[in-house]
C-alpha cells in the first residue's frame, strides 16, 4: 500500500502487534460466516456493507464498526462500507473515542448534546468514520443487502428479525461497560478494543482479492 493510503501511524504501529494465533479455533469458526459472505461478496465484485449492531450502539458496536472499516482499507478490500446501529439509540460513550483517540485515530467531535457526532479518522486521505450513536434501521445505515452482525448476546437474543439483512451473524464481545468506574477501566476498554481489532484484522486478512 502507498503511503498516501497508509494509515496513521500510531494505528500502523499498534495493527503490527495484532498476534492472529491468538485467535482460538471456536472464535475462528465464529468469525468464518462474516470471511465468507465477505469473500462472496468481492468475488462477485458488489458492495460490501456490514451494520454492526448491539443493544444501545455506544460501545462494542462502535469499536466494531471502526476497526472492521480500517482493516478493509488496510488490507486494499474494495467497496466496503461499515455501518452500526442498536436496538435503540443513546450515545457513543466518550470512553470509546478516548480508546481509540489512544490507538491512534484522530477523533473531531462534530456536534455537543446528548447524542455527540464524531469524525473518526484512520488514515490520511480517506473520508473519517461518521460515530453517532443510532438505531440499526436508522436512515443513516442501509436499507438492505446487507449483513447483520450481532455483537452483544442482548441484541442478538432480543431482536431475532433485522429486515433487509441478507444474513445476520453473530460475533459477540463482552462488554467493558461493566468496568465503568472502575480502576480498571482504562485497561478493559483497551482489551476489549484489542481483541475486536484483532479478529476484524483477521477476518480481512483471509479475503483473497
Not at 15 to 29: G, N, T
Not at 150 to 175: K, L, N, V
Not at 183 to 207: D, G, P, W
Request: glycine residues 6%.
Amino acid at each position: 500500500m502507498s503511503n498516501q493510503n497508509a494509515l496513521l501511524p500510531k494505528i500502523q504501529s499498534l495493527v503490527q502487534s495484532f498476534d492472529f494465533a491468538s485467535i482460538s479455533k471456536d472464535r475462528r469458526e465464529t468469525l468464518q460466516p462474516l470471511i465468507g459472505f465477505i469473500q462472496l461478496k468481492s468475488d462477485q465484485h458488489q458492495e460490501i456493507r456490514l451494520n454492526l449492531i448491539c443493544t444501545h450502539n455506544s460501545r462494542r458496536s462502535h469499536l466494531s464498526q471502526v476497526w472492521a472499516q480500517t482493516a478493509a482499507h488496510h488490507y486494499g478490500i474494495q467497496n466496503v462500507f461499515c455501518y452500526s446501529g442498536g436496538t435503540e439509540a443513546t450515545a457513543l460513550y466518550p470512553k470509546i473515542a478516548e480508546t481509540l483517540a489512544e490507538s491512534g485515530f484522530k477523533i473531531t467531535k462534530l456536534s455537543k448534546g446528548n447524542n455527540p457526532v464524531y469524525a473518526i479518522k484512520f488514515a490520511g486521505n480517506q473520508a473519517p468514520i461518521i460515530g453517532f450513536s443510532k438505531t440499526y434501521d436508522d436512515d443513516f445505515n442501509p436499507e438492505n443487502e446487507f449483513a447483520a452482525i450481532m455483537t452483544c448476546s442482548q441484541a442478538d437474543g432480543g431482536c431475532p428479525f433485522i429486515a433487509g439483512a441478507e444474513q445476520r451473524i453473530a460475533i459477540t464481545y463482552e462488554d467493558p461497560k461493566a468496568f465503568d468506574d472502575s480502576v480498571q477501566q482504562t485497561e478493559k476498554y483497551h482489551e476489549r478494543s484489542l481483541q475486536i481489532a484483532t479478529e476484524m484484522f483477521y477476518v480481512f486478512s483471509q479475503i483473497k482479492k
